[in-house]
């Protein structure tokens, strides 16, 4: 069974005939993408990518794994964007909600570094990591982006200090570029062990990669069904899958028809706190593939039904401009019920016997018709249970839609020029050797 997505509650706002108008243009969009005709055609080693991943390569990445885990008692993965959060998004989502407070000696902790230039964060980590077993992940494509950069000096030498060289080298591992970058001159000097990041896979269509697939196995799970998910979402949402029946198609269709009738802004809503990150990951795929040339669907994200106390009233009642994703997981891993109680002090006795997910389910389907009373189109999408095979065919699945939407847009999906503003406006504040010309300008500005 795959995960399903139900449009219903979403074409109800659009013309009888809007989705399937878009038929022809998916399935341009679909063959430019298998033809390498689309803009950005040097990107697309994603969309064959997990059909491609031998078992051989699954057993190279967990042998990896595995010394970090027996040498380890934290490790830390440093990465920002693409280089991290797809790996925290199945990490997050697939441990204990209280990970970090359990005594488990089986797994390595796992924290995230080099995602934010934050001094106090990387002082607390670095006073936590004072007395652990700790490795580092460094996961950079370019090798170059300085929020990674910066904290892994920090951590190098903290390791070595700690730790000696030698078994530094041991714990320190390299996901990084074949050949440019000064993450790639730092492994190769260093000898670390290193794993190449496609150059023809971006960051945040990487996940599928060591950069994800490394940090994931690291904390114990199993990353053969996380590519053996993608893998039959790859099938399911082929070029030769009916339209109708191809989630990503049908997904990439329904939001592109809803932002043209004006609903600029997408909410991605879950209601499990574990997927809080996959809001993350979600936000950084769509916002950085489709927000340029002065379009695209603002991507935001809530938690429910934790967020029904705080941005529910926007979403109920705000300007009517949004549409809502809602991840349904199907089967919780746990089971809970609601004991009666003698007194009923709290009235909480008509729940009774029931589980909590049964309340949760009922909070999920009255907020739906709640949302669609109140304007916002829903779409919904049903995933089984949350496991690495499912998590696969998510990661996949959005994937997919992703570079069908951006396409229907009329933009590159794979580039992201946006994002250079500010690190040429950082780099010239700072004086970075090679930027003095914009260091000039930048002070002329401001003294202004
Ligand atoms: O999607 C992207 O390309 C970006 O978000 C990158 O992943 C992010 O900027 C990190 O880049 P790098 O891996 O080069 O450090």
Redesign the pocket.
Known sequence: KNIQLDITKATQFLQADAIAAYEPKVKAAQEALENGTCPGNDFLGWLHLPSSITPDFIGELNATAQVLRENCEVVVVA?????YLGARTVIEALSNSFQWLLNDKKNPVILFAGNNIGEDYLAEMCAYLADKKFGVIN???????TE?ALAFRLLKKQCEDQRGKDMARKVIVAVTDAQKGAARTTADKEGYKSFI?PDNV???F?VLTPVGLLPIAVAGFDIAQLVAGAADMEKATAVDVPFMENPSAVYAACRNALYAEGKKIEILVNYQPKLHYLNEWWK?LYG?SEGKDQKGIFPAAVDFTTDLHSMGQWIQDGERTIFETVISIEQPNHKVLFPSDDENLDGLNFLAGKRVDEVNKMAELGTQLAHVDGGVPNMRLSVPVLNEYYLGQIIYFFEKACSISGNLLGVNTFN?PG?EAYKKNMFALLNKPGYEKESEAIRARLNK
Do not use: L, W
């Open positions: 990465g920002i964007g693409g280089s996961i950079s494509k370019s090798g170059t982006t990674t990041i971006g960051g945040r990487s950084q950085e992201q994002v």
